[in-house]
């Protein structure tokens, strides 16, 4: 339905998580996953279990380390043709008001979420341009649109996300590469989970759709802007949250 098949597929922060889901999902249509995160134990179980997958290790904060992933990808498949970049510091984050959050804090989220997006982007467009084209995908966050207070450095670095999303759209349109962005809502993953106590009815009566989300309503937005399908969408922003936003 997608017409995946052997295309290559890199998932940035792919250990666990939603990562894990897009992961499975491309694999299930056909593709050829890279599974990369900066936890290579993590990497190295979830490729384990996806037939055909290569788990890598790298750090979407190292240039290097990313240099390192696009050259072990070319490697073994010859060619990479999406990036997913869904590596975030999202698990673990505290929260608390703009206030008290250190400045430590602050830049290890935007390193992470925000510089580790573009770094990720910049290390696969070389080859993307010289294959004639590609999709890169980004996953933001549905907080941007609620201001969802108490992180205001994980909003800040997912809407820049954002902003990074329509301006590398523009630059490199003219060499058929697609940039979109996913913008969750509160989905069910050991990392959210871990968020709170109340995780599994946090905001469903906010929905116009009253039920949990889970990593498996996220994916197909992926398969479907990583497909043909979406060849003259680029530069969006969908947010996939069961209807608690409207943008
Ligand atoms: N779960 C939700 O409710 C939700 C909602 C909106 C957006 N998101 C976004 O979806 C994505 C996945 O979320 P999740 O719930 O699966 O969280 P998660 O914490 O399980 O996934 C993040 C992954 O990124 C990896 N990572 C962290 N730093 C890295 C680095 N420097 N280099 C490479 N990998 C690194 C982690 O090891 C982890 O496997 C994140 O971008 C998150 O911000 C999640």
């Known amino acids: ?10 998932v940035t922060g792919a250990g666990g998580g939603l990562g894990k889901a897009f992961a499975q999902a491309f694999a299930t249509e056909g593709a050829k996953v890279a599974i990369v995160d900066i936890n290579e134990e993590a990497a190295q179980k979830t490729s384990d279990e996806i037939q055909g997958s290569i788990a890598v290790k790298a750090d979407v904060t190292s240039e290097e380390s990313l ?61 993307m341009k010289s294959q004639g084209g590609g999709k890169i995908i980004n996953i933001s966050s549905a907080t941007v649109m609620s201001g969802s207070p108490q992180w205001s450095h994980y909003v800040a670095s997912k809407g820049g996300v954002i902003g990074l999303t329509r301006s590398m759209a523009r630059e490199i349109g003219d060499f058929n590469i697609n940039v979109n962005n996913i913008a969750p809502g509160f989905t069910l993953t050991e990392a959210s989970l871990s968020l709170m106590d109340n995780a599994k009815e946090y905001g469903v009566q906010r929905g116009a759709i009253k039920r949990g989300s889970n990593a498996n309503d996220i994916v197909g937005t992926a398969l479907y802007l990583a497909s043909k399908a979406s060849d003259f969408v680029t530069g969006q922003t969908i947010v996939v949250d069961g209807g608690k936003q409207f943008i």
């Open 1 to 10: 339905m997608y017409h995946l098949k052997d295309k290559v597929v890199i």
């Open 67 to 127: 240099k390192g992933m696009t050259q072990k990808v070319i490697d073994e498949f010859g060619r990479l043709d999406v990036l997913i970049n869904n590596a975030a510091i999202y698990a673990g984050i505290q929260r608390k008001p703009f206030f008290e959050l250190s400045e430590k804090e602050w830049d290890l989220v935007m390193n992470v979420n925000l510089k580790g997006t573009w770094m990720a982007s910049k290390a696969v467009f070389p080859f």
